[in-house]
């Protein structure tokens, strides 16, 4: 029974865990998107960048970064060309709405 309750403690403190984590990784996936809706806004272009996990040991050792966890990287600038508003489709097209 006592390596019971020590199991449950440990999963119940690892659920405990994987839940701040996620929350954490929203919070800075919404502090990102407001950071590109504000440079938008002052005529910069953005862009995040999804790629920096093929290397991440060198990303983290070429930013002296290896004792923290890298979790996302932006490039923020002057874009050099314009190339206008994408086409979109329309909401109705791609979100359904459920019926009372």
Do not use: A, C, H
């Given at each position: 029974?006592?390596?019971?309750?020590?199991?449950?403690?440990t999963l119940t403190l690892k659920k405990f865990v994987d839940i701040w984590r996620t929350v954490d990784l929203q919070s800075i996936a919404a502090s990102i998107q407001n950071l590109f809706l504000a440079a938008t806004d002052?005529?910069?272009?953005?862009?995040?960048?999804?790629?920096?996990?093929?290397?991440?040991?060198?990303?983290?050792?070429f930013l002296d970064n290896e004792n923290n966890e890298l979790v996302a990287a932006i490039s923020l600038g002057f874009p050099d060309e314009n190339h206008g508003k994408?086409?979109?489709k329309k909401l109705s097209d791609v979100v359904k709405w459920p019926r009372d």
């Open positions: 029974m006592y390596i019971t309750q020590i199991k449950n403690i002052k005529g910069l272009g953005s862009l995040w960048i999804k790629d920096i996990f093929v290397d991440r040991e060198g990303i983290n050792r994408p086409d979109r």
